[in-house]
C-alpha cells in the first residue's frame, strides 16, 4: 500500500478504536496487521472479538499473506483464528514466505480443510466461496507446487502425496482464478498441475488460469494442452503462459492448437503468448509450423492476443503469413487488443495484417501495439484508419509511425483514441490540428501522452506547444492519467517552458497517476524549462501523483530540474525511481544540487536510484569525485536534529545500483576512493536506510580496499537494517584489511534479513604468501556462515577462481548446517577435480546440510570431478536440487555417463532441468542416453532458455 506510515502503526489506533466502539473492520486492515510482528497481537485480538461478535467484520473478501514475515507457528494461530461460519473468502493470496517448509505445511493443512467446504481439520472457516488463489511470486518449485496444488490428501502424513488430487478432493474445484505465474514449477510442476486437473473426473468452473514465468516448456503445455483437451476447464476465459519458452512446439497440432482444435476452449477470451519463442525449434531454427497450426483455428471469443516479444522474422519473403491471413478470414472477428511489439514481422507480413484490418478482419479491435515500421507499413497502417474499420480503436503504439495516428486524429477518423505521442518538431504542424481539436471537444481526453523534443534550432514553435499545453491543460485535468516527456539532444528549453506553462493553466490533475521525464546530457536550453517542469511536478497541482520516473543525464539540465523540485515537495506516497547516468566528468555541482534536494527532505517517496552511465574516462578518473560523492552519501542517511524533526530523510529507499566505472571504487594513488568517500558518507549520517532490500554494483573495474571497508562499516553499524540482496557483481580486490571487514560485517546480527549474497573475486598471485592468504580469507568468509546470522540465506554466487585449499576452507561454513535455508548455489568458476577442495564440497552438498538447495551451478574440470560428485551423492542422499547447470564444464564420456546414472538409481527424482553447453563434447550416443536419463530436461547448445 502507499502510505507514509507502515501499516502496523496506521492501522492499529482505528483497529482498536473499532474494537472499543463496536464497528466494522476490514480484511485488509486485519491482513496487514497480522502480516508484522509489530501489529500481530493487534490482529489477533481483533479476530478473536469479531469470533464473539463483539466487533463486526464489514468485508472479508480477502486474506492476503504476502507479507507475512512470522514463524510457522504464528500462521497456523492466525488461520485457527479466523471467524467460524465465514463464507465471504473469495480470494487467498500466499507468499514467498508462506510457501516454504514448514508453512507449506501449514497452508497445505488450511486448504486441505476446506475440501466439501466443511474445515474439517482446522474446524472454523468454510470456503465455499473461494473463487481467487493466488499463489504468483511464491518462489514454489516443482515440488512444492505439486505438494501445494495437487497433493492435498486426506492424511498428508500417512499417503505420497501423489495418488489423489486436490480437484477430485474438492479442495480446488470452486475457484475461478487460479495464478501461479513468476514460479520455477518446471515442466514437470505445470505437468502435476495439469493431471490435477484430469482427475477431477468432471468439467471445472476455472475461468483464468495464469501460468507465466513458470518455466513450463513445450513439454508442460503440451500437458496442460492434453487436459484442456478432455474438457477439464470449458469456462476457461483467460489462459496466460507467457515467457515460458514453450517454443514451436508448444503451440502445435500435440499441444495448444490440439487444444483449441477441439472446441473446448471457445470461451477464451484472453491468451498471452509472450516472450516464448514461438517461431523457433527447440533445436534454435525458424519454425513457423506451430503457429501456423495455431492460427488455423477459429477463436470465437478471442478478445485479447499477445504475442510480444516473439522473433517472427524469418528467413524467407512470407514466413508469418499465416496471421494476416486469419484476420482476413475473420478468425478473430472480436479480438478487441493485439500485441505485436517487439516481433520483427517482416514488412510483407505486416502489411498484409494492415490490409487485413482495413479489410474489416476485426472491427472492434481497441489496442495496438507494434514495433518500428517502415514508410510502406504506415502508409498500410494509414490505409486501414482510413477505411474506417478501426473506429473503435483507443490505443496505438509503435516507433516511427505516429505521424499516421496524429493525421487519423487530426481526421477524426480514430474518435476515441486515449493515447498520444509526439514527436517535435517534426509534428509541430500537425499539433496545432490536434490543440484545435481539444478546443472544439473533438478529441476524447487523452489518458497517456508522450511527447519526445528533438533538434530545434529556432524554438519557434513554443507559442504552439504553449497553446497545446494549456488545451491538454484544459481538457486533461480529469483524463490524463500517464505523462511521459523526452528532452532530447538539441530539444527546445523555451518548448518544455512553454508546455509546462500551458499545463499549470488549468485546473488541479486529479487523474495524473504516472510522470515520466528522460533527459539526455545534451539537451539544450538555459535551464528554464527544466526548472519550471521541476516546479510543476512539487507544486502539488498533481494531486494525484503516486510516480515518478526520473532517466536523467548528470548535466546542467539535472541541476535545474533539481532547483525545480526544490520549490516545492513531493508527497511521501509519490514513488520516485531515479536513474542517473553520466556522459562526462566533473559535474559535482550537479551532483550536490540533488544531495541538497534529498537532504531538505523533498523527495521522502525515492524507492529507487541507480547511478550509471556511458562514460569513457581516463585511466583513474571517475565522473563523480570524492568531496560530492561524500555529500551524496551523507544525504542518504541525514537526519534532521531537535524535536520534531523527522525520522529519516529516505524512509522508503528500497534499491541502490551504482556502477565502479562511473563512481571509482579501486584505488590507485590515493587510499581513497570516491565510492570509498560515498558510503563513508552514508555510514556518517545520524540516520539510515530503514528500507533498502537491495544493494547492487556493477561495471568493469575493481572495487578496492577502501571501498569494500566503507561498505562493510555501514553494515556493522545497521545503516540497511532489511537488507536481503547484496549484489557485489564486480571484481573484488579483496586485500586482508577489506575481507576482515567484510567478514566482521557479515558476522553481526544486522545481516540476519539477507538472502542472496554474490561476490566476485580477483585472481589470487602464484607466490606461496599469496595462496596462503586466499585460504584465509576464504575460512574468514566461512566463519560468517557458520555463526548462524546468515541461516537465512536463499543465494549465494561466488565468481572468481579458487585454489582447492581455499575452497576447501569455504566448504567449511557450507557444510555447517546453517545454511538450511539455501535455496541456490553458484560456483561455476572454480573446476571440480580430484583435489581436497572437490572432496570438501562434496560432503557440504547433501540434504542433510542442505535441504533447501533447488538450483546448483559447478563446473566440472573433467570425468574425474563430475564422478566425485555422483559417487558422494549415491553413498548420501544428495539435496532436491531440481536445475543442475553445469555450464563451461569439459568432463567426456565417463563424467556424462555418470550423471546419467543418477536417473537410474532415482537419486534426482525433482531434477527437471540440466544444462551444458557448446563447450562440452561427448558421443552422440552418450548425448542420447542423457536425454533418455533426463527426458524433458536436457538443454545443450541451442536449446537453452532464453
Not at 355 to 370: E, K, R, V
Not at 485 to 499: M, N, P, R
Not at 560 to 586: K, W
Amino acid at each position: 500500500m502507499e502510505s507514509s506510515v507502515d501499516p502496523p502503526e496506521g492501522y492499529c489506533v482505528p483497529a482498536l478504536s473499532a474494537i472499543l466502539s463496536h464497528t466494522g473492520v476490514s480484511a485488509e486492515v486485519v491482513s496487514d496487521l497480522v502480516s508484522d510482528k509489530a501489529g500481530f497481537g493487534t490482529g489477533w485480538l481483533i479476530l478473536q472479538f469479531i469470533r464473539q461478535k463483539h466487533v463486526g467484520l464489514s468485508t472479508f473478501l480477502s486474506l492476503d499473506l504476502k507479507d507475512f514475515s512470522l514463524g510457522a507457528g504464528k500462521l497456523r494461530l492466525l488461520l485457527s483464528c479466523l471467524p467460524e461460519g465465514l463464507v465471504s473468502l473469495e480470494t487467498l493470496k500466499g507468499g514467498a514466505h508462506v510457501c516454504t517448509e514448514p508453512f507449506l505445511f501449514v497452508l497445505q493443512t488450511f486448504l486441505q480443510s476446506f475440501r466439501g467446504g466443511t474445515g474439517r481439520l482446522m474446524g472454523t472457516v468454510s470456503v465455499a466461496s473461494l473463487k481467487n488463489l493466488n499463489l504468483s511470486k511464491c518462489d514454489l518449485s516443482d515440488s512444492g507446487g505439486a505438494s501445494l496444488l495437487h497433493s492435498l490428501t486426506s492424511d498428508l502424513a500417512g499417503e505420497s502425496g501423489l495418488e489423489r488430487s486436490a480437484f477430485s478432493e474438492g479442495a480446488l474445484s470452486r475457484p475461478l482464478r487460479l495464478d501461479v505465474s513468476n514460479n520455477p514449477l518446471g515442466p514437470s510442476g505445470v505437468a502435476t498441475l495439469a493431471r490435477g486437473l484430469s482427475a477431477a473426473g468432471k468439467a471445472l468452473p476455472l475461468q483464468t488460469l495464469k501460468l507465466s514465468k513458470t518455466t513450463a516448456r513445450a513439454e508442460g503445455v503440451k500437458a496442460l494442452s492434453a487436459s484442456l483437451k478432455e474438457g477439464r476447464a470449458p469456462s476457461l476465459q483467460v489462459l496466460d503462459l507467457g515467457g515460458n519458452n514453450i517454443k514451436a512446439e508448444g503451440v502445435g497440432d500435440v499441444a495448444l492448437a490440439g487444444a483449441l482444435g477441439t472446441g473446448t476452449l471457445s470461451f477464451l477470451k484472453v491468451l498471452i503468448l509472450e516472450k516464448n519463442s514461438l517461431a523457433v525449434s527447440r533445436h534454435g531454427r525458424w519454425d513457423f509450423s506451430g503457429a501456423t497450426a495455431l492460427f488455423a483455428n477459429q477463436f470465437p471469443s478471442l478478445q485479447e492476443l499477445d504475442l510480444g516479444g516473439n522473433d517472427f522474422q524469418g528467413i524467407t519473403h512470407h514466413p508469418f503469413s499465416i496471421l494476416g491471413e486469419a484476420v482476413r478470414a475473420g478468425r478473430l472477428l472480436a479480438l478487441q487488443r493485439l500485441n505485436l511489439s517487439d516481433t520483427h514481422i517482416r514488412r510483407a507480413d505486416m502489411v498484409a495484417v494492415f490490409n487485413a484490418l482495413a479489410a474489416g478482419g476485426a472491427p472492434s479491435l481497441q489496442a495496438l501495439h507494434l514495433g518500428s515500421m517502415d514508410r510502406s507499413e504506415a502508409e498500410a497502417l494509414a490505409a486501414a484508419f482510413e477505411s474506417n474499420h478501426l473506429s473503435e480503436m483507443r490505443d496505438v503504439r509503435c516507433w516511427g509511425g505516429m505521424g499516421v495516428v496524429m493525421r487519423a486524429i487530426a481526421n477524426e477518423k480514430v474518435p476515441f483514441l486515449r493515447n498520444l505521442q509526439i514527436i517535435l518538431p517534426a509534428a509541430d504542424e500537425m499539433t496545432g490540428r490536434i490543440t484545435e481539436r481539444f478546443r472544439k471537444g473533438g478529441v476524447v481526453p487523452l489518458e497517456d501522452l508522450e511527447l519526445v523534443f528533438e533538434k530545434n534550432e529556432d524554438n519557434s514553435s513554443a507559442e504552439r506547444m504553449r497553446d497545446f499545453g494549456r488545451a491538454v491543460g484544459e481538457a486533461g485535468v480529469s483524463s490524463l492519467q500517464k505523462l511521459k516527456l523526452s528532452l532530447g539532444e538539441g530539444g527546445g528549453d523555451e518548448q518544455v517552458e512553454a508546455l509546462v506553462e500551458g499545463l499549470g493553466s488549468g485546473g488541479e490533475f486529479v487523474s495524473l497517476t504516472d510522470v515520466s521525464v528522460d533527459i539526455d546530457g545534451s539537451f539544450g536550453g538555459g535551464g528554464r524549462g527544466c526548472r519550471a517542469l521541476g516546479e510543476f511536478l512539487s507544486s502539488g497541482k498533481i494531486s494525484s501523483l503516486r510516480r515518478l520516473e526520473l532517466d536523467i543525464s548528470l548535466g546542467d539540465s539535472f541541476r535545474h530540474l533539481a532547483e525545480g523540485l526544490g520549490v516545492g515537495s513531493l508527497a511521501p506516497q509519490v514513488a520516485v525511481t531515479s536513474s542517473v547516468y553520466c556522459n562526462r566528468a566533473a559535474q559535482d555541482d550537479n551532483v550536490r544540487a540533488f544531495a541538497a534536494l534529498l537532504r531538505a527532505g523533498k523527495l521522502p517517496g525515492l524507492r529507487k536510484m541507480s547511478v550509471g552511465g556511458y562514460v569513457n574516462l581516463i585511466r583513474g578518473g571517475s565522473a563523480i569525485e570524492d568531496e560530492a560523492a561524500r555529500e551524496l552519501g551523507e544525504a542518504f542517511t541525514h537526519q534532521e536534529r531537535g524535536v520534531g524533526a523527522c525520522a529519516v530523510c529516505l524512509p522508503k529507499l528500497e534499491e541502490l545500483e551504482f556502477d565502479v566505472d562511473v563512481i571509482r571504487a579501486e584505488e590507485e594513488e590515493e587510499t581513497v576512493t570516491p565510492m570509498a568517500s560515498l558510503f563513508r558518507g552514508v555510514a556518517a549520517g545520524r540516520g539510515g536506510l530503514p528500507s533498502l532490500h537491495t544493494l547492487r554494483f556493477c561495471g568493469s573495474r575493481l572495487m578496492g580496499e577502501s571501498t569494500i571497508c566503507a561498505l562493510s562499516e555501514c553494515i556493522r553499524k545497521g545503516k540497511f537494517p532489511q537488507l536481503r540482496n547484496l549484489d557485489l557483481s564486480v571484481v573484488l580486490r579483496l586485500t586482508q584489511k577489506g575481507m576482515h571487514a567484510l567478514t566482521v560485517a557479515l558476522c553481526t546480527p544486522h545481516v540476519k534479513s539477507l538472502r542472496s549474497l554474490i561476490l566476485d573475486k580477483s585472481g589470487t598471485g602464484s607466490n606461496p604468501a599469496a595462496r596462503t592468504a586466499e585460504t584465509v580469507l576464504m575460512g574468514q568468509l566461512a566463519v560468517a556462515f557458520s555463526l548462524g546470522h546468515l541461516r537465512g540465506l536463499e543465494e549465494f554466487s561466488f565468481e572468481g577462481h579458487l585454489l582447492p585449499e581455499s575452497l576447501s576452507a569455504l566448504c567449511v561454513g557450507l557444510e555447517s548446517g546453517e545454511l538450511r535455508c539455501l535455496r541456490s548455489l553458484k560456483i561455476p568458476t572454480v573446476p571440480l577435480g580430484e583435489d581436497e577442495g572437490t572432496s570438501a564440497l562434496c560432503k557440504a552438498l547433501t540434504a542433510e546440510k542442505m535441504p533447501a538447495l533447488r538450483y546448483l551451478k559447478l563446473r566440472c574440470g573433467c570425468d574425474k570431478g563430475l564422478k566425485k560428485l555422483v559417487k558422494a551423492w549415491e553413498d548420501a542422499e544428495p539435496p532436491p536440487v531440481e536445475r543442475l547447470d553445469l555450464s563451461g564444464s569439459s568432463f567426456g564420456d565417463q563424467g556424462a555417463v555418470a550423471l546419467a546414472s543418477l536417473a537410474e538409481i532415482g537419486r534426482l527424482p525433482l531434477l527437471w532441468d540440466v544444462r551444458l553447453d557448446h563447450s562440452w563434447s561427448v558421443e552422440s550416443s552418450v548425448k542420447a542416453l542423457l536425454r533418455a536419463a533426463f527426458p524433458n530436461s536436457f538443454t545443450y547448445r541451442d536449446d537453452s532458455d532464453s
